[in-house]
């Protein structure tokens, strides 16, 4: 079954990120995790972004974080609450 993820309206802060224009394999693919972190980094709406990967569970890195990381941080938070 096919899953759509919601993407932020045009004018959001996605048009603001750092990585716009930037090739998207640059934060798919493992092998770039370091160098999109970096470009993450330097991002004035990274907050934001990940805030959005928490919800949607997209994959790539996303605020500075890879999927991976993202689920730890879900299941730390959990863990605090509960």
């Known amino acids: 079954m096919l899953t759509l993820k919601l ?3 045009p004018g959001s802060w996605m048009d ?3 990585c716009v224009g930037l090739p998207t394999e ?8 370091g160098h999109a972190k970096s470009v993450c980094g330097a991002c004035e ?3 934001q972004c990940l805030e959005y ?3 949607q569970e997209v ?5 500075g974080l890879t999927d991976r990381e993202r689920t730890k941080l879900r299941s730390r938070a959990r863990s605090v609450r509960g």
Do not use: K, N
């Open 26 to 33: 640059l934060f798919f693919d493992t092998t770039y995790a």
């Open 59 to 63: 994959h790539g890195v996303w605020g």
């Open 53 to 55: 990967a928490l919800t």
């Open 16 to 18: 603001s990120a750092q």
């Open 45 to 47: 709406v990274r907050e």
């Open 7 to 9: 993407l932020p309206a």
